[in-house]
T-cell receptor, first 111, second 114 residues
């Protein structure tokens, strides 16, 4: 079945550092891809999305590009802030609307 | 701006009790989902529903059941709670495939079974 693999955390960076969180997927068909963020004590929020190959999703300074040839959707941000500390989930949406999640990557940003 | 609400943020129940977790959405979405979130395991799908009175098993349905009597409400039921059901439970409401941006999660219910 479809699956999502993302880098294990925790990831610890200093403020203003460059961030990359790797995500790869396996899927039949052409899924939509997403990154969700979960701040401490809260539910999941949709951070960004891409629905077809070569689409770039972006929001709040984060970006990810749907790479069909490498089945990847890596999350990047040029300069992280303390407020970006959270758990990040890569996910794909199947044709039947089910969402498959990666295991999550905890990000700590040090001031 | 309320979109998905869950009946409780924190819940403590005893082994063997029947537990109801409720989820309500105000977006008229057909699709609703229940996940549980555990450290190191991510989110795993328990049950989902594409419409009123419809339900489908997800990846880990054992020990759970669901009810969808109204479009806006999707309930998760633990028939006889056990300690291995201690977890964070998340409800999601998702628009159909042609509106993939419309996906919302509730704040979660942290259930402890003692």
């Amino acid at each position: 079945g479809d699956s999502v693999t993302q880098m294990e955390g925790p990831v610890t960076l200093s403020e203003e550092a460059f961030l990359t969180i790797n995500c790869t997927y396996t899927a039949t068909g052409y899924p939509s891809l997403f990154w969700y963020v979960q701040y401490p004590g809260e539910g999941l929020q949709l951070l960004l999305k891409a629905t077809k190959a070569d689409d770039k999703g972006s929001n709040k300074g984060f970006e990810a590009t749907y790479r069909k040839e490498t089945t990847s959707f890596h999350l990047e941000k040029g300069s992280v802030q303390v407020s970006d500390s959270a758990v990040y989930f890569c996910a794909l949406r199947e044709q039947d609307d089910k969402i498959i999640f990666g295991k999550g990557t905890r990000l700590h940003i040090l001031p | 701006d309320v979109k998905v609400t869950q009946s409780s943020r924190y819940l403590v129940k005893r082994t063997g009790e029947k537990v109801f977790l409720e989820c309500v959405q105000d977006m008229d979405h057909e699709n609703m989902f229940w996940y549980r979130q555990d450290p190191g395991l991510g989110l795993r799908l328990i049950y989902f529903s594409y419409d009123v009175k419809m339900k489908e098993k997800g990846d880990i349905p054992e020990g759970y059941s669901v009810s969808r009597e109204k479009k806006e409400r999707f309930s998760l039921i633990l028939e006889s709670a056990s300690t291995n059901q201690t977890s964070m439970y998340l409800c999601a409401s998702i628009a159909p495939w042609d509106r993939p941006y419309e996906q919302y999660f509730g704040p979660g219910t942290r259930l402890t079974v003692t």
